[in-house]
Structure formats: C-alpha cells, structure tokens
C-alpha cells in the first residue's frame, strides 16, 4: 500500500506557473505508475496526465499538452506537475494517483477507476 500527499497548490494568474508535488510514503514508490486527475466544481474528474514507474513514458491530456510536464524523483518518491500558461479552465482540484506498475506495453492509463490508490488533493486556482 502507499500514501500519497499532495502539496503546492494555490492562487495563480492566468499566464502563470505553478508546481505541484505528490509525496508517496509506505510501499516502493518506484514500482507504480502514477498519475495526475482533476475535477472542477460540477465537472467529472479528468485525466491530466500519467508516468510510467520507470519514468520513460508519459501521456497527456489534449488540454494540457505542450503547457503541463509531468516528472518523478524515485529516489525522493515524490511526482511532480509543473503548469505553465496556466488557465483559468484549468482551475480544479489536482489528485495524484497511483496503480502498480504496468508493462511498458499496456500504456498509461487514463482511466480513473484502474487507478488503486488517491491523494486528498490539493486546490489550484487560475484568475483570469
């Protein structure tokens, strides 16, 4: 089992960057695959983006494409999302994630139910 925490949100501009980290405690962080989701008021939640627990793949969501970048620190068992060109759209609660490792061949998962563990989550707020 692992724990995960999630850290960095906030108030930002429109235009601006922010970084949010997802710490991981209890089993060997490096062996999940992990990801990012988030859910607006009155909106399901969505995928964001994913990384394989080798940290050599990756996968997007179209909205966050070219503007988002996930990452991982195996050693310090901490993922991150850095945001940039953020939107005031892009305003949500931001969860971090994570299911045992997958074969690099069966992809990253967007799908929220495939995912066995969930941080609390933590507020991003984008004013226009």
């Known amino acids: 089992q692992v724990q995960l925490v999630e850290s960095g949100g906030g108030l930002v501009q429109a235009g601006g960057s922010l970084r949010i980290s997802c710490a991981a405690s209890?089993?060997?962080?490096?062996?999940?695959?992990m990801g990012w989701f988030r859910q607006a008021p009155g909106k399901e939640r969505e995928f964001v983006a994913g990384i394989k627990w080798t940290g050599e793949n990756t996968r997007y969501a179209d909205s966050v494409k070219g503007r988002f970048t996930i990452s991982r620190d195996n050693a310090k068992n901490t993922m991150y999302l850095q945001m940039n060109s953020l939107k005031p759209e892009d305003t949500a609660v931001y969860s971090c994630a994570a299911r045992m490792g997958q074969p690099s061949y069966l992809g990253i998962s967007g799908d929220s139910a495939r995912y066995d563990y969930w941080g609390q989550g933590t507020q991003v707020t984008v004013a226009s």
């Open positions: 209890g089993r060997a962080f490096s062996t999940y695959d």
